[in-house]
C-alpha cells in the first residue's frame, strides 16, 4: 500500500517524501541567534574583504611599477590590507558566513572602473605611475574613510561595528601617506 501512495505521490509531481510520513522537524536555529548578520552588515562584510583585495592586488602593482618610495608604501598596504582581509574574514566566519558573498561587494559599473584602471597602470613606470597610483589612493582611502563612517552609524552588529572601528585609522594613515607621498612626487618632479 505504501508503494502505491509513492507512485500516486511521483504521478502527481509531489515529492515522494511528502507521501513517506511525517516531515522531520526543521534544522534547530543556531546555538546564538545574535550571531546571525543582517543583510546590511553582511554587505558591510563582503565590501570590506573587497576593498581588501583590491588594496593587496594594488600594492602588488605599486611594488613592481613605483618608484622606491611608491614601493614601500605599496608594500604597506599589501600588509595591512592582508591582516585586514584576515580579520574581516574571520569575523565572518564566526558570525556564519561561510563564503562572503562577491555580489554584493560593489556595482557592476564599478568593478569595471577599477579594471579599466588597473589596466591602464600596469602598463606604465616610474613618476607617471606613482602620481596616477598615488591621486587614485588619496581618494579611494578617503572614500572608504566616509563610508566607514556611514557604515560605524548604523551597523546592527557589535562585533563588526569594532572592526570598522578599528579599520578606519589604518585607512586615515594610508590616505595621508598617499597625500604625503603626492607632495614628494610633485615636488621631485619640479626639480627635474
Known sequence: MKMTNVLCALMLGLP?????GPMPAK???PANPSSKLSDLDTQMIAHQHAVNQTEIAMGKLAQANGSAAVKKYGATLVKDHTQGDKDITALAKKKGVATIPADMAMSESDKKDQADM???????KGADFDRMFL????????REITKIDADIA???DADLKTALQKTKPVLQSHSDTAKSLQTTVTSSMEMK
Open 16 to 20: 515522494a517524501a511528502a507521501m513517506a
Open 27 to 29: 534544522a534547530p536555529a
Open 118 to 124: 588597473t589596466a591602464k597602470m600596469k602598463g606604465m
Open 135 to 142: 591621486d587614485m589612493m588619496s581618494a579611494a582611502h578617503d
Open 154 to 156: 548604523v551597523v546592527t
